[in-house]
């Protein structure tokens, strides 16, 4: 037992440095990009036709994707390996564990859970390779036009109808106006909100780092992809309909991960929904704590659209500013 224990020790800390050599590596990719960038922006003012640091940034972006995919099958192993070392502990109280439970169910009436179809419930959760557990301002740093590949992992097996609702609430331009009075104050005018986030960022002004324009959609199993879309048969014991995993550099973001929940029992509607919802975290985006915006942790309202604030909250977050808490609560 002694020795498996010391083998476990040896090859979780085997893992971590594999990590550790990972992240350093892709710390200089990152930073080769952003010097070539500012290398190409320098001649394309001199000279349009060469476009071989295009070509060069968009090799290293696929090197950037591939590295944080390896990063997090290692420290997928990693918890594995010590989520085994605390079983054994786990399974050393369990009895004690049954006794308390069968008590607590013999003296106490148990209260039926909320109705959790009510609300859409949505996590947020940010890795910082740098260690920073701050909630700031996140954006992509993306060569200019070029478009972030977002990957459908049909895990579950969803319909034709279903897929398209992922693929619209990303590629969308189309809008709808709602009565704004509604939703923020009395006075407000009639505002316009979009169906789509392709829509909404072509309707963003100019900010310091490129807000990305354009969305290459792809469907593959092998986790490729900038934003990885995981349309999953797993059911969160906790209520919760989706969750996006941000992979970031400081406030740099490097991938995405967005996973929908029982995605073959929701509706085309709800599935749309819950897509614009994290596909707005995948972009930077944090939660607001407005009760009728899109951005909200539970997406409640009607009309679960991109508004204006939402737009205005991006532009901030790439002019590193990072949104208030409660943006979209004073529009």
């Avoid at 990305?212 to 469907?219: L, R, V, Y």
Wanted: net charge negative; glycine share 4%.
């Amino acid at each position: 037992m002694t020795q498996r224990m010391q083998a476990k020790e040896e090859s979780i800390k085997q893992l971590r440095s594999q990590l550790e050599h990972l992240t350093n590596e892709l710390n200089k990719t990152t930073e080769y990009i952003q010097l070539l960038e500012i290398q190409d922006e320098s001649k394309s003012k001199r000279d349009s036709s060469d476009s071989e640091p295009e070509h060069e940034i968009s090799e290293l972006l696929q090197k950037q994707n591939t590295i944080s995919h390896e990063i997090i099958l290692v420290k997928k192993r990693i918890q594995k390996l010590s989520a085994k070392t605390i079983l054994k502990i786990e399974l050393l109280i369990l009895p004690v564990v049954i006794v308390l439970l069968f008590f607590v169910a013999t003296n106490y009436a148990i209260q039926p859970p909320a109705d959790v179809n009510s609300s859409i419930k949505t996590r947020y959760m940010t890795e910082n390779l740098r260690g920073s557990v701050a909630d700031d301002y996140k954006y992509w740093n993306v060569a200019n036009k070029t478009p972030l590949v977002v990957n459908i992992e049909n895990n579950a097996g969803v319909n034709d109808q279903n897929i398209q609702a992922v693929r619209n609430a990303i590629m969308s331009t189309e809008t709808v106006t709602y009565d704004n009075s509604q939703v923020y104050h009395p006075d407000s005018l009639p505002g316009k909100y979009f169906k789509g986030w392709q829509g909404a960022v072509q309707a963003t002004s100019d900010t310091k780092h490129d807000i990305p324009e354009k969305f290459n959609i792809i469907q593959s199993s092998s986790g490729e992809g900038q934003i990885v879309i995981t349309l999953s048969t797993i059911k969160d014991n906790n209520g919760y309909s989706s969750i996006t995993r941000t992979i970031v550099d400081g406030n740099q973001i490097l991938k995405a991960f967005i996973t929908i929940y029982d995605a073959g029992k929701l509706t085309d509607i709800q599935t749309a929904s819950i897509v614009r919802h994290e596909f707005g975290h995948a972009l930077g985006l944090p939660h607001t704590s407005n009760t009728s915006d899109l951005m909200q942790d539970s997406i409640s309202t009607d009309h679960s659209y991109i508004s204006a604030c939402d737009i205005n909250a991006l532009q901030k977050s790439y002019n590193d500013v990072k949104p208030s808490d409660d943006f979209c609560s004073h529009e």
